[in-house]
């Protein structure tokens, strides 16, 4: 892959290299016994308040590492800028404050931007008062064969930032921030959940068939088993095993992965967690989702408010709740209630929208497309969806009033789905009904369509309790509340095209 950005040149690396190579000669074997004893945030907090005569007094020797962003020389002495854990932090160099000023010399004409040094110093003010580092000795840890990009016209490119994700890092401290809060808020979910005596578990990535979810699955081998094996699509039909297994409360934050596209919302690798209670319904489900999201929001923003693009959430006020049929209503111009109940009607409804359709598809199949091309994109403030066809709901309890709808919601913020949840289909025999829907769909072609999962099916006839699951879609929660533009933005290493893709 030939990636090029500014500072970065084939001329400039074979210099590094024949400076790696001399120095070598010297005796450098990328050492690692030096071990820091002080971070720049501590040193900061510690001593940034004292002046001049009080950090002398004191005397603090510290021991830290860092990269090499900044380097000037002044006189005899080099000012050099370490970068580490998104802070920087000067070091002032001069030959007669050195234990060994001659292994300096020698090595200080070796030393590149982006070298990571391990430097033994004294803490002291410059008369302008910055916090400084007098170094006493440096050690080189690391030879850095390529250069940074250039701070202000280097890495900029989108595309780049996400491929050379270390580059991005180093080079935009709010990047670091955002990781940083992404592991804040997963740490919030999990002690949200245990505090309200879930039990965490861990279900197989790797299946004989994948379930829980409609999804085309990466498909692989096993050689000793001599068949085709899935990367998960979803962890739902091994929980709800645990729930038939006696378990009352259980979550999971897993890896799924679906053979799709990619886009601001889709990576074919993602986070999600699921969550399953015994003896609940999907409005319980609903009450859970507000009590996480005011909690967690609370924990990160310290308070109920975030702030998304051009718009304001207020996560400690009651969500709108709307029926499909109604959100349809609300913001499909021209649609009355009447029309959704008459297939001919949705047709000519469906013609008018160009939006393609299947002439085989029922009623609440073309309500659902409606809803996905014209509703979703405005579900812009916290929105519950209800009453969800069961013909797009193979896992979920059918209403007691009305046997076209499922008792399921979605939750929408920002105009991206967050969230889905319902009651658990536990009717052994109306399940293996939906799955030989679902297997009639695959063999005419679906490549989303769901397996028949026999052993599910087992599981179920041994009796699953009255349940209710729900499952959160981690990297879009994490974007919306990091007010980012897209989950590759919150994905450390999102899956990308290749150079011959482009």
Known sequence: MNIKYENNNKNEYHTRLNKLIEIKKNGFLFPNTFKPNYSYKDIYLKYSHMNKEELKKINITVKIAGRIIQRRIIGKATFINLYNENEII???????????????????????????????????????????????????????????????????????????????????????????????????????????????????????????????????????????????????????????GGFQKIFEINKNFRNEGMSTKHNPEFTMMEVYIAYADYKDMMKLIQNLLKKINHEINQNHITKYKNHIFDFSKNYEELTMKESIIKYVPNIKKEDLYDINKITKIMNKLKIKYD????????????????????????????????????LSRRNNLDKN??????????????????????????????????????????????????????????????????????????????????????????????NQQK
Not at 382 to 389: A, D, G, H, K, S
Not at 460 to 467: I, S, V
Request: aromatic share 10%; hydrophobic share 40%; with cysteine.
């Open 405 to 498: 709808i499922a008792d399921r919601f979605e939750f929408f913020i920002g105009g991206y789905e967050i969230a889905n949840g319902f009651s658990e289909l536990n009717d052994s025999e109306d399940q293996k009904i939906r799955f030989n829907k679902q297997l009639i769909k695959q063999q005419a072609g679906d490549q989303e369509a769901m397996f028949y999962d026999k052993e599910y099916i087992t599981a179920l006839e041994h009796g699953l309790p009255p349940t209710a699951g729900l499952g959160i879609g981690i990297d879009r929660l994490i974007m919306i509340l990091t007010n980012q533009n897209s989950i590759r933005d919150v994905i450390l290493f999102p899956t990308m095209k290749t």
């Open 359 to 394: 002439i085989n598809w029922k009623i609440g199949k073309l309500i659902n497309e409606i809803f996905e091309k014209y509703v979703e994109k405005n579900l812009i403030q916290p929105t519950f969806i209800t009453e969800y066809p069961i013909e797009v709901s193979p």
């Open 90 to 244: 000067q070091i002032y160099i001069k030959s007669n404050n050195l234990l060994n000023p001659d292994n300096y010399f020698i090595y200080i004409q070796e030393w590149d931007l982006g070298d990571i040094l391990g430097i033994t110093g004294k803490i002291f003010k410059t008369n302008t008062g910055q916090l400084s580092i007098n170094c006493i000795n440096i050690e080189l840890l690391t030879k850095s064969l390529r250069s940074l990009p250039n701070k202000f016209h280097g890495l900029i490119d989108q595309e780049l930032r996400y491929r050379l994700r270390y580059l991005d890092l180093i080079m935009n401290q709010n990047v670091k921030n955002i990781f940083t809060t992404r592991s804040n808020i997963i740490k919030n979910i999990r002690n949200f959940m245990h505090n309200n005596h879930f039990i965490e578990v861990e279900t197989p990535i790797l299946q004989t068939i994948p379930g829980g979810a409609s999804a085309r699955p990466f498909i692989t081998f096993h050689n000793t088993l001599n068949k085709n094996m899935y990367l998960r699509i979803a962890p739902e039909l091994y929980l709800k095993r645990l729930i038939v």
